[in-house]
Every structure is written in structure tokens, then in C-alpha cells.
């Protein structure tokens, strides 16, 4: 299996859950359980391949002529969390099928999430590359937030997402940084070929220390804990998973994947055990005050995380081994802790260890499945948590003996101690939470419980055996860990896992941290009082809020400072910002060399006069007071410069040029519908010279621009290969249309995206609903008064019905008949324009624009019903269609041992008719196509068919008002 497509494999089956959810409701949780648990197995078949030390690598060339690949590599390290992320997936999914009920409420996109979350999660543990592990990193992040804000009516849902995703987004992109500092010092991004040769120096020490604030971001240590408490508003299946097998252990994996080779950095140690060993303690004691059993062990998880966070900051093989048997012990106990959690809110409808009681008699299944996840979490033997605690405490041992280069012992010894400290902690909170959810309680009346459905405990009950089992494993896991191991400095002794190591220290950690915590527990409530006066004042979740709210300030005093609901001000401030920045460094550049710049008047006669022609329609525009001619001059300087671009021998672009303004000059006209006729008469105030005078030295600015630029090339153009590129490559004869859908497709990409975003933005705040409200067929319009229908013959249907919606006086029968007439013409060139446009002027933009501008004619000559007789189709389908079309034609030569937005082309033997010759970027055409078509809807609809309605409207107020007043306004 290629490991990318276990990654893809997961998008798609998010893209088919919710047709699944529509057909089989909560139980399409089952079906989709089905593809983490094939990644499960095919990891297990992976053992023989990385228990030696090997690592199974695959590498998809994306983008080969820049050396951007898509690498992913599986070693020991990335082996163990496949099985985490897969096989904790597997059960969270199956659990759901029970947790949720058919109807809930964004049941489908909770799956979808889900689903994506999982394979994302996979995705991030399987990438060897600097750039694709971000990638899936800011996905977890994304998912997260909308599995966190599942319930976005909850005010409280709300912010725990916003945080979780400000924090971890924050904390990316300072990691983001970092990467591509280390990419550049080692010479690579690939994750294998850094660690085989890690680079030095003061730029890789600040490179890892940035990459470290995102992993102690993600993984919520210390001030960054404040966040995961808050993600417990999503359900409980999403905190299961997330709280044991993702998201927050992205940052644990990320430490890890770096210590063999970055541990000794500076700041390395500093950092990461002092940060974690806090953490595991704020963690714990803000864990014994909870009295929601959900949050408790939301706490609990900070508190672990710290742990693991300080055993793979040691850097030695005892700390390595032992930190993968916590990694997956804590995931083996966390996740069922989790479910036991919602299996006991869903059968008593309550959280509150305050008011459940007798719960573990009325579902003894589900307490022991709880008590020995929560023995294991509290590090009791026999259980795996026990087997990792006792590995930790002896790799502690090694830190306080100095063992480990840049700590010195009594630094190692603190550690010790916070950890122990810790451990303390984490058995009086367990205990806490096992005697809250369970127990029966003296003076609390027993909890109601309905029994649960056997198979909802399945997967809790599983979670803990496994505890259980895994504990007795020590020789099986110590071989299958060696690995990873190994590439860490040895210690003293040969560490192994095992539930018996002798009577000594580690021991003796274990016996002190037991019994503490079971002492804590007993003082509980005085604990609590105290922990409830000495609370401080301020806190991380405190600090965030102070500086969030801070932020939303700024942002309110600099929006009413700056916009003042002035375009002219909007304008002036954007120009006087051009003038300041780049004009200073023009004049520089001027004053510096001006002997470069030379200068041709022109090449052609026709030039200076379309020149002229230009220069005289831009004096005419600023010059007219109507609103409509000063529209029309206007286009007259862009058609002017169509005409410039013609005379240059650039007919694509003049084109192009041409049909962008008549579109323009269209909108224009239909937005000057509910604009006065006339710019204001007022006489030029001071303000208007100022902006005269702006204009004029802005203007000024770019023409000198222009000439510094084309001055300062020294190099040849890489336009110049782009001729025989373009037949060699691109199998077309069009440069301009070659260059935007083959040698630089992925700029088209980008643009096209970034349109379909900026058309859905838009669209949020015109339409309601979708864009297909207020679309309706002519047939269901009734005629106007005064109008009689005419019969036609059974079956025949009225072509450009539209009209005889309009009122007579609004009509031009010319127009139509003129529209009849050219209307299939314009189509047929719209689509001669797409097909040709490889080797002749056109493509999908010019042909979308042409099909564009048949559109208005018909909207022209019949209105809005006639527009959506046109074009009866929600205009955001289009759109959405043309990118995915654009987006399939790119990857589909990957399918084919291509690579992404490669080029093939064929000749088609169709006998008498000729053998034409078919590229496959045609196809990429036809989504630049659709995507511009769809854009020139809802431009008709926005501008056109809700400006008609909001004019109907006050026409029909002005007749109301004419007729109650007598006809006196």
C-alpha cells in the first residue's frame, strides 16, 4: 500500500459520509470503522519491515521542476502511532455508532470531520517532509476546531473551538518558521535525511526552538494548557480520541521524532523539562478540584502530557524506551477513561461526581472496564501504565546521575522530584474519579441508570484488557521499541521493560507516589478549601482572555479610525502608502542610476494615436458630470488599451481585455440603476485639489515604476523558453493559454481559488440561504396586466419566454429578435473559443467571459426570468463544480505515473472528419470555464435580478403612496 493513499483514502471516505449517514444513519460509524481498521492491520503486517531498525518510505514527486514531493517514511517511532491513531479510531468510531442517535443534529458533519481528523492524524505521523507534516498538522487543527464546536448554539462550544484553534494555530506557524529554517540549514526538508545528518550552528538551535513552541502548543504544555480543559465542550467521542491518540499527541510525537538527533541543542533541556515537569504538576492539582468527572481527567491529560513531554526530552535510550511504553499505555488507558466517562452521561444524564452514586453496581461492566484503565493511568501493577512508570523513574535516575550532557545532577534531581511529586498527584485524582463515578456515596440517594446497549460498552471493555494484557508484555514490547531505542545515547544499563525490576529506587518512587495520592484523596475536602483560598490571581486562560480582548479593542479603535465609510479616504490612504514605500525607493533608484532607463516613444503609428484617444477619454470621464457617459469614457481607455495590446501582437490578451471591459461596462450599468443620474454640481473645494493633485503624482509614480522595472532586468527572461516549451511540453501553439493552464497552472490554481473564495465571502452576505433563492421559471410567473397569452401547439415549447413577464413599455422587440438571432452564434464562439483556445487566441477564460456576456444578453432582453430560464442552476454549483474539475484534471496524471498538472496529448482518428489533436489540459480549461461562468451569474443576479426586485418594490411604494395621497407627493 502506498502510504499516502492511507491518508487519501480516509479524505474520501469523509467525502462519502454523508451519503452514508443519509442511507444508514448512526451506524455508518461502522462502515467507516472499517478503514482505520484496515490501516490497523496493514500496519501490523509492517513489523517485519521496521524491527530491525528499516524504514518503508514512498515519495510522490508533486512538483519536480521547484524539488517539492510529497515523502512519507515509516520507522519504529512512526510505526507505534500508526497503531495508536489507527487502532484508537477504530474503537472511537465503532463506540459512536452507540453514543449518538439517528437525527441528532450535525450528525453528518461530525462524521465527515471525524473521518477527515483520523486521516489526518495519519497523514501528520506518516510525512518525512518538513512541509507535508505542517500541512497535516494545520489539518488536525482545522478538524479539530469543528469537532470541538460541534455544537456551535453553545456559547461554550464557541469559545473552547476559537481557542483551541487561535492557541495551536498560533504555535504552527511560529513552528512553521522553524522548519523552514532547519530545510534551509540542512540542505532538505525530508524529516529521514535531516536526522541521518542534523545540522548545527545558532540557526538550527533557534530553528528547534521554534519548532518546539509548536509542539508544546499542540501537545497544551505549559502557559499553552489552558486550552485543552476547554475542548472537553465536544463530545465525548472526540475527547477520547483527541485526549488519547491525536492532536495533542502531535507535539509529544514531534519531540520525540527530533531527540535522537537535536536533544543536545541549547535551550533544548531548559526548556523542555522544566515546562513539562510544571506542567504535569498544574495538570494534577487542578485535576483534584474538579468535580465534572469529564474535566477531571480533561486535567488529568495535561498532567500526562507533561510527563511524557519531559521523558522524551531526556535524549537517552532508557528515557526513549520508556517513553513509548507511556505513549502507549497512557493511550490504552486515556481513550477508555474517556468512553466510560460517556457511557455514564448518556445512562444517568449527569457529569457531577457530586450527585452520581451506586453507578458501579448498576453497570459493573463499565466500572471494571474504568477501574482498570484508572489503575494503570495511577501506575498499578500489573497494568502497562505501571510497567512505563517504572521505565520512567529509572531513565529519571540516569538524568539526576548526570548522565545526560548540559543537566546537571541536582537540575536532574528537581526533575525527580516533580515527578514524583506528579505521580502523586495523578494517583489522588484517579482515585478521585474512579470513587466519583462509581462509588456509593453516604447521604446521596442512588443514581438512576438505564442500561446500556451491550455493544456500547465493547470498546471501553477492549481499551481495558488491553491494559491488562500489555502489561505482562514487557519482553514483546522491549523488542518491537529497541529500534527507535538504539538511536539514542545508551545509559549506564541495558534498560528493558518489565513488571519486576527489583527492589531499588524506581520502586520506591512508585510505593511513596501511591501512597501520597491515596493520602490525598482522604483529605479531599480540605484539600479542596485550600486549593479554593489559594488560588492565583492571575492564570494562562486569564492572560489569553486579557489579551484577546485587547486585540478585539485595538481592532474596534483602528476600524473606526480608518474606516470612516469613505471610499475617497480608503483610496487616498492605499495611494499615499504606494507614494511613501515604493515611490521613496523609485526616487532613490532614479537619482542612484537614471542612464538605464531608455526610453522608445513607440514601434507603431497606431500606438501614440491610440495613446491619445486613451488620454483623452480619461480627461473626459473625470471631467463628466453624468454617471453613465463618465461609465462609457472609462471603458473607452480600456478598450483602448485592448487596442494596444492588438497593435503589439498580443491578440490573446486583447481579447481577453476586450470582453473583461464589456462585462465591466455591463455591471456598471446595471449598479447605476439606483444611483442618481448626475455626479454632485458643488464647486471644487480644497479637498478635491488634493485629490486632483494625488491622482496626478500617483499616476506619475506608476508610469516611473513601470520604466525602473523594465530597466532593472539584467538576466534573460524565462519567457524566452516558453515558445518551444509550448510545443514540447504544453502540445500547443497559443503561448498565453499554454502558460496559464500548463507551465504555470498552478498560478491559474491559486487564482481560481482564490475567486471561488472571494465569490463565496461575498455571496454569505447577499443571499440568505443559497443562491438559488429567489430563482423561478417563467412558467410559473403570471402574465402582466393587460397582457393576453397567445396558444402555442401542444408540446412546443416557447423559446425566450422571459418577455412576456415585462409590461409592454419595457420591452424591445428588436432586442429580442436581435437576441434570438446572435444568442446560439455567441455560444457556439464561446465554445469554438475553449476548444481552440491551445492553439489559437481564446481559452476558458475567454470562453467563460463570451458565455458570460450571452447571459446578460438574455437577462437584457427579458429579465430576471429570463436569466434563470437561461441559467436555472445555483451559480455556487458552477463555481464549486469548475474548481474541482480544474483540480481532478491536475491530479489525475498522478493516476497514470505522471505528475501533478502534467500534459498528455493524442490524435483521434475520426476518418473523413480529420484527426484532430486532444491535450488533456483542455480540461483545466473547462474548469476555468465553469468557474468564470458561475462568477458572471452571480454578478447578474446580484446586480441584475435583486436590483429589479428592490426597484419593483419601490415602484410599488411610490404607487401606494401616489394613490393614498391622491396623487400628491
Request: proline residues 5%; positive net charge.
Amino acid at each position: 500500500m502506498h502510504l499516502l493513499a492511507v491518508a487519501v483514502a480516509h479524505f474520501v471516505a469523509a467525502a462519502a459520509a454523508p451519503a452514508l449517514v443519509r442511507l444508514l444513519g448512526r451506524r455508518a460509524f461502522l462502515v467507516l470503522a472499517l478503514l482505520p481498521a484496515a490501516t490497523t492491520v496493514w500496519a501490523l503486517t509492517l513489523y517485519d519491515d521496521v524491527k530491525d531498525g528499516g524504514t518503508v518510505t514512498s515519495v510522490v514527486d508533486w512538483v519536480p521542476s521547484i524539488g517539492l514531493e510529497l515523502a512519507f517514511a515509516v520507522s519504529t517511532l512512526q510505526w507505534v502511532m500508526l497503531l495508536i491513531v489507527a487502532g484508537i479510531g477504530v474503537l472511537v468510531m465503532t463506540y459512536c455508532a452507540w453514543y449518538f442517535k439517528d437525527g441528532d443534529p450535525g450528525l453528518v458533519i461530525f462524521t465527515t470531520s471525524f473521518t477527515a481528523f483520523v486521516g489526518a492524524m495519519l497523514g501528520l505521523v506518516l510525512a518525512d517532509d518538513l512541509l507535508v507534516l505542517f500541512v497535516f498538522w494545520e489539518l488536525t487543527t482545522i478538524f479539530s476546531f469543528l469537532l470541538i464546536g460541534f455544537e456551535p448554539t453553545k456559547r461554550a462550544s464557541r469559545l473552547a473551538a476559537m481557542e483551541a484553534l487561535i492557541v495551536t494555530t498560533l504555535g504552527g506557524l511560529v513552528m512553521f518558521v522553524g522548519m523552514l529554517l532547519l530545510g534551509q540549514e540542512a540542505g532538505t526538508y525530508r524529516i529521514t535525511g535531516i536526522l541521518a545528518d542534523p545540522p548545527s550552528g545558532p540557526a538550527v538551535t533557534v530553528a528547534v526552538l521554534l519548532i518546539l513552541v509548536g509542539a508544546v502548543s499542540k501537545s497544551a504544555i505549559f502557559p499553552f494548557h489552558f486550552w485543552l480543559p476547554g475542548a472537553m465542550a465536544a463530545p465525548t467521542p472526540v475527547s477520547a480520541y483527541l485526549h488519547a491518540a491525536s492532536m495533542v499527541k502531535a507535539g509529544i510525537y514531534l519531540v520525540a521524532l527530533l531527540a535522537p538527533a537535536f536533544a543536545g541543542v541549547p535551550g533544548w533541556h531548559l526548556s523542555l523539562l522544566t515546562l513539562g515537569t510544571v506542567t504535569m504538576l498544574i495538570g494534577g492539582w487542578r485535576a483534584l478540584r474538579q468535580r465534572d468527572i469529564k474535566l477531571l481527567l480533561a486535567y488529568g491529560t495535561v498532567s500526562q502530557l507533561g510527563f511524557l513531554t519531559v521523558v522524551f526530552a531526556i535524549g537517552s535510550r532508557t528515557a526513549a524506551l520508556a517513553g513509548l511504553a507511556m505513549l502507549v499505555a497512557h493511550a490504552l488507558f486515556k481513550a477508555p477513561l474517556f468512553l466510560v466517562v460517556g457511557i455514564v452521561d448518556k445512562q444517568t444524564g449527569t457529569r457531577d461526581l457530586r450527585e452520581l452514586s451506586g453507578v458501579g453496581r448498576a453497570m459493573p461492566a463499565v466500572a471494571a472496564a474504568g477501574i482498570i484503565a484508572g489503575a494503570s493511568m495511577a501506575g498499578l501493577p500489573p497494568l502497562l501504565g505501571f510497567v512505563g512508570k517504572e521505565s520512567i523513574f529509572a531513565a529519571l535516575l540516569e538524568l539526576a546521575h548526570g548522565e545526560t550532557a548540559g543537566v546537571p545532577g541536582w537540575a536532574g534531581w528537581l526533575v525527580v522530584a516533580g515527578l514524583v511529586a506528579g505521580s502523586a498527584l495523578t494517583v489522588g485524582y484517579t482515585v478521585r474519579f474512579l470513587w466519583g463515578a462509581f462509588a456509593s456515596k453516604p447521604g446521596v440517594e442512588p443514581t438512576v441508570v438505564k442500561a446500556p446497549h451491550p455493544a456500547f460498552t465493547v470498546s471501553p471493555v477492549l481499551l481495558a484488557a488491553l491494559c491488562l494484557g500489555a502489561g505482562f508484555a514487557g519482553a514483546p514490547l522491549t523488542t518491537a521499541f529497541a529500534p527507535y531505542a538504539d538511536t539514542l545515547a545508551p545509559g549506564s544499563h541495558e534498560e528493558y521493560l518489565a513488571l519486576w525490576h527489583g527492589f531499588g529506587l524506581p520502586l520506591l518512587f512508585s510505593v511513596v507516589a501511591i501512597a501520597v495520592g491515596v493520602g490525598i484523596f482522604l483529605v479531599r475536602e480540605p484539600l479542596c478549601r485550600f486549593q479554593a483560598r489559594t488560588a492565583l490571581p492571575v492564570t494562562a486562560e486569564g492572560v489569553y482572555r486579557f489579551g484577546m480582548r485587547a486585540v478585539d479593542r485595538s481592532a474596534v479603535e483602528v476600524t473606526g479610525s480608518f474606516q470612516r465609510g469613505s471610499v475617497a479616504n480608503y483610496l487616498a490612504i492605499i495611494l499615499l502608502v504606494v507614494l511613501a514605500l515604493p515611490g521613496y525607493a523609485a526616487v532613490r533608484a532614479l537619482l542612484d542610476d537614471s542612464s538605464r532607463i531608455e526610453l522608445v516613444g513607440y514601434d507603431r503609428l497606431a500606438q501614440p494615436i491610440i495613446g491619445l484617444v486613451i488620454v483623452a477619454a480619461a480627461i473626459a470621464t473625470v471631467r463628466s458630470r453624468r454617471r453613465l457617459r463618465a461609465v462609457i469614457l472609462a471603458g473607452v481607455t480600456g478598450y483602448g488599451c485592448g487596442l494596444l495590446f492588438l497593435v503589439q501582437g498580443a491578440p490573446d490578451i486583447a481579447l481577453t481585455q476586450v470582453l473583461v471591459e464589456t462585462v465591466t461596462l455591463v455591471v456598471f450599468v446595471l449598479v447605476l440603476r439606483r444611483l442618481p443620474e448626475y455626479f454632485t454640481n458643488r464647486p471644487l473645494t480644497r479637498r478635491r485639489y488634493w485629490r486632483v493633485a494625488l491622482a496626478a503624482v500617483f499616476g506619475t509614480a506608476a508610469a516611473v515604476f513601470v520604466m525602473i522595472a523594465a530597466a532593472a532586468r539584467t538576466a534573460s527572461p524565462v519567457s524566452e523558453a516558453f515558445p518551444q516549451a509550448s510545443v514540447d511540453f504544453a502540445y500547443g501553439k497559443n503561448i498565453v493559454n499554454t502558460t496559464l493552464v500548463d507551465m504555470r497552472a498552478w498560478d491559474t490554481m491559486g487564482e481560481i481559488s482564490v475567486l471561488v473564495a472571494a465569490a463565496t465571502g461575498v455571496a454569505s452576505l447577499i443571499f440568505l440561504d443559497t443562491r438559488m433563492s429567489g430563482i423561478r421559471r417563467v412558467a410559473d410567473i403570471p402574465y402582466p396586466k393587460g397582457v393576453e397569452k397567445q396558444p402555442t401547439r401542444p408540446g412546443r415549447r416557447v423559446w425566450l419566454p422571459g418577455p412576456r413577464t415585462l409590461s409592454p413599455d419595457r420591452r424591445s422587440i428588436v432586442f429580442e429578435v436581435v437576441t434570438r438571432l446572435v444568442f446560439h452564434v455567441i455560444m457556439v464562439f464561446a465554445i469554438y473559443l475553449l476548444i481552440a483556445g491551445h492553439n489559437m487566441p481564446g481559452g476558458g477564460f475567454a470562453a467563460g467571459m463570451v458565455t458570460g456576456l450571452a447571459l446578460m444578453i438574455r437577462y437584457l432582453a427579458g429579465g430576471r426570468y429570463e436569466l434563470d430560464e437561461a441559467a436555472p442552476i445555483d451559480a455556487g454549483v458552477l463555481i464549486g463544480t469548475g474548481l474541482f474539475v480544474a483540480a481532478l484534471a491536475g491530479l489525475a496524471p498522478m493516476a497514470f505515473g505522471g505528475t501533478v498538472l502534467q500534459s498528455y496529448d493524442v490524435y483521434v482518428d475520426l476518418g473523413f472528419l480529420g484527426e484532430p489533436h486532444l491535450v488533456s489540459s483542455v480540461v483545466f480549461d473547462i474548469g476555468v470555464y465553469l468557474v468564470v461562468v458561475g462568477l458572471i451569474l452571480d454578478l447578474l443576479r446580484t446586480f441584475g435580478s435583486r436590483l429589479d426586485r428592490q426597484i419593483l418594490r419601490a415602484e410599488r411604494e411610490d404607487d401606494s403612496v401616489s394613490r393614498a395621497t391622491g396623487g400628491v407627493h
